[in-house]
Structure formats: C-alpha cells, structure tokens
C-alpha cells in the first residue's frame, strides 16, 4: 500500500487529427484545443481532446497530421450546454512537442474513490467494474475521472468502498455509442481510465 495520494501525470504520443482551434479564456490566459489520435496494440484509435495554451503553441505549433507528443494532467469539467457528453475529459497539456516513435498513451492517477464501485458483467460474460476517482488540484479544486477494471482487478474493485485512496497505471480511452433520448438517438463519445494497474494508498 503507498502512502499519500493527488497525482495525475500522463504522457500521450500520436498524430493531431486537425488544427487547433480556440477553447476558452481563463484568468488572462486563451487556450486552444485539438483532437489526438492515438493507436491502440489492437490496432483501434482512441480520439482524445488535449487543451493546450496558446502561448505554448506559438512555440511548438501543431497542424492536422503532424506527430505530437504531450505530458500534463487529465481534467474534466461538466458540459451544462446539453449538446454533447454531460462529463468532458481532456488533457491538459504542461509540455508539448513533436513526437517521436512508436504511439504512446500511459497515466497515473492517485485519489479519492467518490462514488461506490459498480461491478458487473459484459454480454459476453466478462466482469468489469466502473470506479470514479476524485484527484484533487491546487486550490480546492478537484477532477473526477470514470475508471473501469476488468476480470480478477475488478472483482477486487468492486469491494471498494466510498472514501477509500487509490494508485492506478492505465491509459486514457474514447468510446463511441448511442445514446436514446426522448425518441431520439445521437452518436456520443465517452471517455475513461482504462485501468492496467490498482493499488490502495493512506494519507
């Protein structure tokens, strides 16, 4: 069991699958987003939205089909225009630069389990369970992060309780599906922690 929790570290390599464009103004400084296409061992591609400052760009600037290579945090916030997946997840980018080799797509998450464990099991039989762990930002803060585990690690997961302090290894995914509402359906897109590694940790 490790001690102390509050860490969010990830480190993305792909290829920027269009131009950055502007996101949004905060405390004097514009940050612009792009999607990132990252490739899977299995071949699949998981789109992932990085936030990024303009000024950071200015010095490593990204176009569409350019290889990136971005380190920072995994944050989200709550999409209140009701267009769109209600919990947006992106990363938010500290060093950016042209990449360099193979695809690459790893984090590390140290927090607080917000919500209790939901274990159960896929069509075909597989068991999953869904996690959602608070990391804790400066200032008071904090993200809230979807995690899912898969076959013995879920099964231990899914004794976890409310309040209880998490390590994990894993990578940050996208999911495509289709969400029914009022006799309608519209494709969304889902983002998680998919989970390689989970242990507990104590203040």
């Known amino acids: 069991m490790q001690t102390g929790w509050n860490e969010n570290r990830a480190l993305l390599r792909g290829?920027?699958?269009?131009?950055?464009?502007?996101?949004?103004?905060?405390?004097g400084v514009v940050y612009d987003t792009f999607p990132l296409h990252v490739q899977r061992l299995s071949g699949s591609i998981d789109c992932l939205n990085v936030i990024v400052p303009k000024s950071m760009l200015a010095d490593n600037p990204v176009t569409a089909g350019m290889p990136v290579e971005v380190e920072g945090e995994v944050r989200s916030f709550n999409n209140r225009t009701g267009i769109g997946s209600r919990l947006v997840i992106t990363l938010h980018a500290k060093t950016l630069r042209r990449g360099e080799g193979p695809n690459e797509n790893r984090l590390t998450l140290a927090g607080v389990l917000c919500k209790p464990p939901v274990l159960r099991r896929t069509p075909l039989g597989r068991e999953i369970c869904d996690l959602m762990v608070a990391v804790n930002r400066r200032y008071g803060r904090a993200d809230y992060l979807p995690c899912i585990t898969w076959g013995a690690l879920a099964r231990c997961c899914g004794e976890?309780?409310?309040?209880?302090g998490v390590r994990l290894e894993g990578r940050l995914q996208s999911r495509d599906y289709t969400k029914q509402e009022n006799?309608?359906?519209?494709?969304?897109t889902a983002f998680e922690v998919s989970v390689m590694r989970l242990e507990g940790v104590v203040e």
């Open 15 to 27: 290829t920027a699958a269009a131009d950055p464009v502007w996101s949004h103004e905060t405390h």
């Open 183 to 188: 006799g309608q359906s519209s494709q969304r």
């Open 160 to 164: 976890l309780e409310v309040g209880d």
